[in-house]
């Protein structure tokens, strides 16, 4: 039930791009993205309704495949900022809004 | 604004001691509150949560409880700590479907 993402680690030089995948076994009502520095709370960075729409905030973007039960968070011309670990986090139909998080994908930004 | 608060910030425990952390939110008013706990390296595992006053949902059966004595107040307990209840407790609320977590406590069981 708990979503797989990958790649587990990905390092990247600055101003290169990077593509996070999730993916779950179950259909889904929407799809959450976090990212996490390390030692501090998680932070939202954008949710996705069903219906394979796509969003954007700066130059991170992410899509939502409903019917593969997929989402990708696109991470264009990384910054050192963008450093951190990434979990998606998936909502089944009828959770009540409960999400079930992916262990996560460590990104780090090298200069 | 909505803030959300958690204490203590870090806490070192024995085992089989008791333990009591504690999660406010203002701002809001009839919070969805969660609990969750993070493992070193690992994800995020939802514990417990709540959409009212006494109304607390288990997710994973463990020697946790937690209670929520008022609308924006939410509480984890334990009688008896284990080595395995180290980790990472983060709190969090949620508001149209966003989450939004507190800074969460650090507890490392000796």
């Known amino acids: 039930q708990q979503p797989v993402q990958s790649p587990q680690a990905v390092i990247l030089r600055e101003g290169e791009d990077a593509v996070i995948n999730c993916s779950s076994s179950?259909?889904?009502?929407?799809v959450h993205w976090y990212r996490q520095k390390h030692g501090e709370a998680p932070v939202f960075l954008m949710i996705?309704?069903?219906?394979?729409e796509q969003k954007g905030h700066e130059k991170i973007s992410a899509s939502f495949n409903e019917k593969k039960q997929q989402s990708s968070l696109y991470l264009t011309a990384s910054q050192l900022s963008y450093s951190g670990t990434y979990f998606c986090?998936?909502?089944?139909?009828?959770?009540?809004?409960?999400?079930?998080f992916g262990k996560g994908t460590k990104l780090s930004v090298k200069p | 604004s909505q803030t959300i608060h958690q204490w203590p910030a870090t806490l070192v425990q024995p085992v089989g001691s008791p333990l009591s952390l504690e999660c406010t939110v203002e701002?809001?008013?009839?919070?969805?509150l969660y609990w969750y706990r993070q493992a070193a390296g690992r994800g995020l595992q939802l514990l417990f949560y709540?959409?009212?006053?006494?109304?607390i949902s288990s997710e994973v059966p463990q020697n946790l409880s937690a209670s929520r004595p008022q609308d924006r107040q939410f509480i984890l307990s334990s009688k008896k700590l284990l080595l395995s209840d180290s980790g990472f407790y983060l709190c969090?609320?949620?508001?149209?479907?966003?989450?939004?977590f507190g800074p969460g406590t650090r507890l490392t069981v000796l």
């Open positions: 986090g998936t909502e089944p139909g009828g959770s009540q809004g409960n999400l079930i």
């Open positions: 179950k259909a889904l009502y929407s």
């Open positions: 701002g809001t008013s009839n919070p969805n």
């Open positions: 969090a609320w949620s508001w149209e479907g966003e989450q939004f």
């Open positions: 996705l309704l069903k219906g394979g």
């Open positions: 709540s959409v009212g006053i006494g109304q």
